[in-house]
């Protein structure tokens, strides 16, 4: 059987981090096995649902460059890929549970069943229902029925055989957590829409889902899946949970909480390929193959993991995915580990003609929104600015911040400008500007990094200044800002046209 995955978010919110890193993991192991995964939206809780949720989901993807299979928008052998477009389906499951006595209909009132509760707690009971409706004839729940009672359609756990706990492909051997379910939990509500629970287990089975790849708080809902695949007489898919991804601050990373929406970070201009990185090794690790006993210290049957910092292309992570290296613990994302990825994904992005080019058209956005009105705003341009950036741009949403000089006048009436410009003697300042320029006015031909730095070079040794002094006074006059590019750079990025109109008014 061929592998098949799907991602399943609930349109309850933005895509945040963790969300990503499940689609991703879906992604890497279905192109790793050959097989497939799709997008399916699981809509079931109407009360919670935010407008514009799936747009922004299916936009995050689409940033990120995780291209599902089928789902929205790609039509499929497993659609429709809504949840509530496929009631029908889960009406009929849960007349099989009722017909086979797997499940009964409860028409207690929110009420009455709040008051069950409390009576239970007190007398030390962990049940979460006292069954009142288990015991209701046939004729008295189709009579209630008749008369338009609602009603919910409880699993009854009681007629389920005991069975051995369940295997997991990251957390391995699962201990028996039945104890910690609600007594016969809800499967349709008095909606008529499905919890979670029905409706994803209905679904897997009927699209065929191999591989059930999802967050670790659906673990403690296991035990109730496998019962209902028993109860259906069904055969369940390998699971694999994924430990949380937890805020800097340890906090649990959620939609509502935390600087965790994909597209902010999108909006950001970081590199999509280096989020996908730093998320992909987060919580990777050395973890003993199961099925493999180790035969030696040298870590023979295990499987290493790259570090939590190894710059890893697409292909790198399809080919190095393995559930066994996925550890047991909740990990802290890291963001010193993402400027560190994203810096080296940009280095790569913009070592070809082609990838230089999208990062200049991807950073317009972020220079026009800090500088509407600069007339230097030209993709060639761009280009050769983030050119002279390379290494020293975190993401490209810090150009304009970083680098104001190329879009703008210098701000000659900074505090660190005054300070530049009284480091050295004032008579030496337009010295060195009156002895540059007309070399530089000769050479607009051959206007090259390589070219520029060997007349600085030359011009300083004429003057007789140390270099430092030297190169300050250019670098004040140019970009009045102590840090930035070399002074060969910054005058190559700038173009002879404004690298020489600037060396000789400082107005432009």
């Known amino acids: 059987m061929a592998t098949l995955l799907r991602f399943a978010p609930s349109p309850t919110g933005a895509l945040h981090l963790g969300g990503l890193r499940t689609a991703l993991y879906n992604h890497l192991y279905a192109k790793k096995t050959g097989g497939k995964w799709i997008l399916r939206i699981e809509d079931t809780d109407r009360t919670r649902e935010v407008p514009g949720a799936v747009d922004g989901i299916r936009a995050a993807l689409e940033w990120s460059g995780l291209e599902y299979d089928h789902g929205p928008g790609k039509p499929g052998p ?167 991804l937890l805020n800097p601050d340890g906090s649990k990373m959620s939609k509502r909480k935390g600087d965790v929406r994909v597209l902010d970070y999108a909006q950001r201009g970081w590199e999509p390929n280096a989020v996908l990185n730093w998320l992909a090794l987060a919580g990777w690790g050395v973890q003993q193959d199961a099925s493999t006993p180790s035969t030696s210290s040298s870590g023979q049957g295990s499987k290493q993991a790259p570090d939590s910092t190894t710059i890893m292309s697409m292909e790198d992570m399809i080919q190095s995915f393995d559930f066994s290296v996925i550890t047991h613990r909740r990990t802290i994302l890291d963001p010193t580990k993402l400027e560190y990825m994203n810096k080296h994904h940009l280095m790569q992005v913009m070592s070809t003609p082609e990838g230089l080019r999208t990062l200049a058209e991807r950073t317009l956005p972020f220079v026009k929104e800090h500088f509407p009105d600069s007339p230097h705003t030209s993709i060639p341009y761009l280009e050769r600015v983030i050119f002279a950036l390379q290494g020293r741009i975190t993401k490209l949403g810090d150009v304009p911040t970083l680098a104001p000089f190329f879009f703008a006048k210098p701000d000659y009436s900074s505090a660190e400008a005054k300070k530049m410009y009284h480091s050295f003697p004032s008579a030496n300042y337009q010295k060195v500007i009156d002895s540059l320029v007309p070399r530089l006015a000769d050479m607009q031909a051959s206007w090259d990094a390589a070219s520029l730095s060997a007349v600085l070079h030359d011009e300083n040794a004429k003057i007789g200044l140390k270099q430092k002094e030297y190169m300050t006074i250019l670098r004040h006059r140019l970009t009045g800002m102590k840090t930035g590019p070399s002074v060969a750079d910054t005058l190559y990025a700038l173009g002879p046209e404004l690298g020489i109109a600037r060396l000789r008014t400082g107005e432009c």
Not at 102 to 119: G, N, P, Q, V
Not at 129 to 147: G, I, M, Q
Not at 160 to 171: A, E, I, K, Q, S
């Open 78 to 244: 497993h659609g429709p890929y809504f949840q509530s477009e496929r009631l029908d389906l889960y009406h009929a499951y849960a007349n099989k549970l009722l017909d086979n006595g797997h499940a009964y209909r409860c028409f207690c009132s929110r009420d009455k069943l709040a008051a069950t509760r409390e009576k239970l707690a007190r007398t030390g009971s962990n049940s979460t229902y006292d069954r009142t409706c288990l015991h209701l004839t046939e004729e008295e729940a189709a009579r209630k029925v008749r008369a338009g009672e609602k009603f919910v359609v409880r699993l009854n756990v009681g007629r389920l055989p005991t069975r051995p706990p369940g295997y997991d492909l990251v957390f391995k051997h699962l201990k028996d957590a039945h104890a910690s379910l609600p007594t016969d939990p809800v499967l349709l509500k008095s909606d008529a829409f499905p919890t979670y629970h029905l409706a994803s287990v209905v679904d897997d089975h009927e699209m065929g889902i191999t591989h059930v790849v999802r967050g670790e708080e659906w673990l403690p809902s296991l035990p109730l899946h496998r019962d209902l695949y028993a109860a259906l007489s069904l055969p369940p898919p390998q699971f694999a949970h994924l430990p949380i």
